[in-house]
């Protein structure tokens, strides 16, 4: 199956500070990229949808000036925690979409990024 | 707003004992997905269903999605060790490629 991979798979940062996650495909091109950030024994809460070329689609409640988004390319889209603070540390999980051949697509899930920050 | 509801939150069965987890969406889907994340991993593909009353089989798992397309069912038969993680149900709304992820059944096996 198709590979994502991010970038990188933890950081601690001082409240305040900015943290960069890469999120790349691997072996295949995504048009659509799309951030989670899964909080301890939670589901996945969509964060944004990252289109190649294009500004990012943000979920309801999810600070666009906080969260910024790029997809550079096909096969990376980077996410950035501006200004982070205790209550941003979480599970961030990027996926990239593809479509399925019966139709539909299916989203790889890169390993996810912990951020801790202090 | 579309929401995917899944119960039960947990879920602790003996090795060899069948499971059950059931989602179910305040408006009709295109498609369902289901996924299993395993501890401190990342969410992994396990199958999409797209029609109508649509049942799938993988091995020991078997897959149900409903006859208004607003539910489905994740069945394991006889359960082992490995089988243990979050199961998730994540929902697609017509018109585009987003999931909306149910809240998870945690399954946990007592060897």
């Known amino acids: 199956g198709a590979v994502v991979s991010q970038h990188p798979s933890w950081v601690i940062c001082k409240s305040g500070t900015s943290v960069k996650i890469e999120c790349r495909s691997l072996d295949f091109q995504a048009t659509t990229m799309f951030w989670y950030r899964q909080f301890p024994k939670q589901s996945l809460m969509l964060m944004a949808t990252s289109n190649e070329g294009s500004k990012a689609t943000y979920e309801q409640g999810v600070e666009k000036d906080k969260f910024l988004i790029n997809h550079a390319s096909l096969t990376l889209s980077t996410l950035t925690v501006t200004s982070a603070h205790p209550e941003d540390s979480s599970f961030y999980i990027c996926s990239a979409s593809t479509s399925l051949t019966s139709g539909g697509f299916e989203q790889f899930f890169g390993p996810g990024t912990r951020l801790t920050v202090l | 707003g579309q929401q995917v509801m899944q119960i039960p939150q947990y879920q602790h069965v003996q090795e060899g004992e069948d499971f059950t987890t059931y989602c179910n969406s305040s408006?009709?889907?295109?498609?369902i997905q289901w996924y299993k994340q395993r501890p401190g991993g990342h969410p992994v593909f396990l199958i999409q269903l797209v029609k109508s009353g649509e049942v799938k089989k993988q091995k020991r798992l078997t897959f149900q999605f409903g006859e208004a397309k607003k539910n489905s069912s994740l069945h394991i038969t006889a359960t082992q060790t490995t089988d243990v993680g979050t199961y998730f149900c994540a929902g697609v709304y017509f018109g585009n490629e987003k999931l909306t992820f149910g809240t998870g059944t945690r399954l946990t096996i007592i060897p």
């Open positions: 408006t009709t889907l295109s498609n």
